[in-house]
Nanobody
């Protein structure tokens, strides 16, 4: 399963770092992504990192968010800088694990950015 760190509340312009760790599973990740869902809105993709380390970002977060991976601890990170109120959402990680690249979701964590 995937275990996410706690989110938090920050003021606009602040920073947070989220983590997502594989537990109880020997992971051979096929890739991983972060998604978010704001209240009353559909879930949207935020960022992804492939098994080779290639990264991609939604336009709304490009230049502010950084996705990374620590293969030694099977942990992925999302560093979020210059946060805006519109970044307020429940953030969830999803990793494709195992030889069949089955998708697993983290439990989600709330990020709140106040103006």
């Amino acid at each position: 399963q995937l275990v996410q760190s706690r989110g938090g509340s920050v003021q606009a312009g602040g920073s947070l770092r989220l983590s997502c760790t594989v537990r109880g599973f020997t992971s051979n990740s096929c890739g991983m992504g972060w998604h978010r869902q704001a209240a009353g809105k559909q879930r949207e993709w935020v960022s992804s990192i492939s098994s080779s380390g290639s990264t991609s970002y939604a336009d709304s977060v490009k230049g502010r968010f950084t996705i990374s991976e620590d293969k030694a601890t099977d942990t992925w990170y999302l560093a979020m800088n210059s946060l805006k109120p519109e970044d307020t959402a429940m953030y969830s990680c999803k990793a494709l694990l195992g030889p069949l690249c089955i998708g697993y979701w983290g439990q989600g964590t709330q990020v709140t950015v106040s103006s």
